[in-house]
């Protein structure tokens, strides 16, 4: 046979991992399946409801995508499925076109998820996974403080049993404010005391269990279920007390049975309604999957291949699209919850998929009283570990500029909405970027007596001489910093008639574009009017080579040496005392 198995196993992960699975494999995914599938059956719901979509929707997006990443993605440990963030993103982007609760809003959110996976799937295919790392991480911290912020804002309407709307913090705020009147007493014991349970869940149950003689693991399953809890008592007390009657929101009908085979739309007006919140959904999504899939990785020694996960993400957002879902990616607390459990490989994904298969086709008549109340606390305790303001205090100790931009992204996204925000977050982090590089960190520096390194003769006492600058650029050269280069260099021999030689030293210089080639050609010509010659050192290999591709190392002036030592020891400089 011809075809190369290494490169199916590339693209087909489970290949690999599969060949080696056995029982004890097993056992360790289906006790982690298990944890998680309990978990997830009240974040799939409040998550649905976070993105105005019916609650068998969730459901549905937490089936079909964690088979299709079982099959395609890298990480042992990552949980696919409904997030906050992206759910509160797929909110802001669907509710520009239909109203909530249409059968044409759920469409729009399908072909969403659609074109989500159409745009992964080529990101990886091309390999443009790199591309992700134009977003700085204090700006995609900051982006999602201000999105926990708008989220636990949002389900306050749930708490307190009022209506309101918003995209933004102030709308929000505003429209419940303007509502209080229509408070419902009954929801809003049933939201606060739900909420306060839950918290108490996350912080205290578990050594609570423990102290009373329960053992660990078994402590930790417990407590992991305590949002289970939360959804069967108060689920209870609805019926019960028939408290619908009495004005409080439960979630009513949820169909019964497996995922519908469902089609986006395939419409040019929709689909160019639909790109610029799929491209962010997309990014925003891959960041936080990958950040999240290395990070528990790295604990086990493992690796995995962004540029599949990308691929394995597309998979699992066109699942969701012809099952009835809605955009999906890894998310933070299920999967700590998934490794934290045991899980071993991507299979524990797909056993749990089999649990919520299960769960909507035989619980969903169960949860017909349960309270939107309860739903809400689900969310806002999930959301709310999200919020970080110490990346404020980190960034303003560090870096202003980052600060700035962290500050910037958090305002903008609780002032004008979420894809404002993240737009703006994108923008920031490229900004960022290109203002750093295009004034790079450029030092002047000299020998330090008795070796052969050369420092910044501002920070250490160093041997120079007036005829000789050597200057050392501490970043690649491109269309963005050459004409600061050429400036520093200027300005450095203006009204320095001593100076005879320039040495620009290129240790940290790994690139060369055409844009600074020719100014360096410029600076070259412009130093040979000024009687100064142009030498360079210490030029890596790869940018060799690209300048012997032009006319540049014929026209210098000077000459390239191996070592800036090698260059002080061939221009023979008196002043100088070379070991």
Not at 92 to 108: D, I, R
Not at 159 to 180: P, R
Not at 440 to 463: M, Q, S
Request: net charge neutral; proline share 4%.
């Amino acid at each position: 046979m011809s075809f190369d198995l290494n490169a199916v196993r590339r693209y087909f992960p489970i290949l690999e991992w599969g060949s080696r699975y056995n029982r004890d494999t097993f056992t360790n995914d289906g006790v982690a399946a298990l944890i998680v599938t309990i978990m997830l059956i009240p974040q799939s719901l409040a998550y649905a409801l976070l993105a105005g979509l019916p609650a068998e929707m969730g459901l549905y997006a937490s089936i079909l995508p964690l088979v299709a990443y079982a099959i395609f993605g890298t990480s042992r440990a990552l949980a696919v499925g409904p997030v906050a963030v992206v759910s509160l993103m797929t909110a802001a982007s669907v509710g520009n076109m239909a109203l909530q609760g249409t059968a044409e809003y759920a469409l729009a959110a399908i072909t969403l998820a659609f074109l989500s996976g159409l745009i992964l799937l080529a990101m990886g295919l091309f390999r443009l996974g790199f591309l992700a790392n134009f977003l700085s991480h204090p700006v995609i911290a900051g982006f999602i403080t201000a999105s926990g912020i708008l989220i636990a804002t949002s389900q306050l309407k749930h708490i307190l049993g009022v209506s309101a709307s918003g995209h933004t913090l102030f709308e929000t705020i505003q429209s419940i404010l303007g509502n209080l009147g229509q408070l419902n007493v009954i929801t809003l014991i049933i939201g606060v005391s739900a909420t306060a349970f839950l918290f108490w869940v996350r912080k205290g149950l578990k050594p609570f269990l423990i102290g009373i003689g329960l053992k660990p693991r078994m402590a930790d399953i417990s407590a992991k279920a305590g949002p289970v809890v939360a959804v069967v008592v108060t689920t209870l007390a609805s019926f019960a007390f028939g408290l619908s009657e009495h004005g409080v929101k439960i979630v009513g009908e949820v169909p019964r049975g497996l995922p519908p085979l469902t089609l986006p739309v395939f419409s040019g007006e929709i689909w160019a309604q639909l790109f610029g919140s799929a491209v962010l959904i997309s990014i925003i999504g891959f960041v936080e999957s990958v950040s999240v899939a290395q990070t528990l990785a790295a604990k086990r020694r493992q690796r995995i291949v962004p540029d599949q996960e990308l691929i394995g993400l597309g998979a699992s957002n066109i699942a969701a699209a012809i099952s009835g879902g809605y955009p999906v990616t890894g998310g933070f607390a299920r999967s700590v919850v998934n490794f934290d459990a045991g899980a071993e490989t991507p299979a524990a994904g797909a056993f749990t998929a089999i649990g919520i298969a299960l769960a909507a086709l035989f619980l969903t008549p169960l949860l017909y009283f349960l309270p939107i109340a309860t739903l809400a606390a689900t969310i806002i305790v999930a959301v709310l570990s999200l919020v970080d303001f110490s990346i404020l205090r980190g960034t303003w100790a560090y870096s202003k500029a980052d600060f700035a931009a962290v500050l910037a992204t958090i305002l903008l996204t609780l002032g004008l909405g979420v894809e404002t925000g993240v737009s703006a977050g994108v923008i920031l982090s490229i900004g960022l970027h290109l203002y750093k590089t295009s004034r790079p960190h450029i030092a002047e520096v000299g020998l330090v007596p008795g070796t052969e390194h050369f420092r910044n003769i501002k920070r250490h006492d160093v041997l120079t001489a007036p005829h000789v600058v050597t200057i050392r650029v501490d970043e690649s050269l491109y269309f963005a910093n050459a004409r600061f280069l050429e400036d520093y260099i200027y300005d450095r021999v203006a009204d320095c008639d001593e100076i005879k030689h320039i040495i620009l030293m290129c240790p940290a210089v790994n690139e060369i574009d055409h844009s600074a080639l020719e100014s360096l050609e410029a600076i070259n010509l412009r130093l040979k009017d000024m009687g100064i010659l142009l030498h360079l050192s210490e030029v890596k290999g790869p940018v060799m080579d690209r300048l012997q591709k032009s006319h540049f190392l014929q026209a210098l002036t000077g000459q390239v040496f191996l070592s800036q030592f090698a260059a002080i020891k061939a221009l023979e400089l008196p002043d100088v005392a070379v070991s």
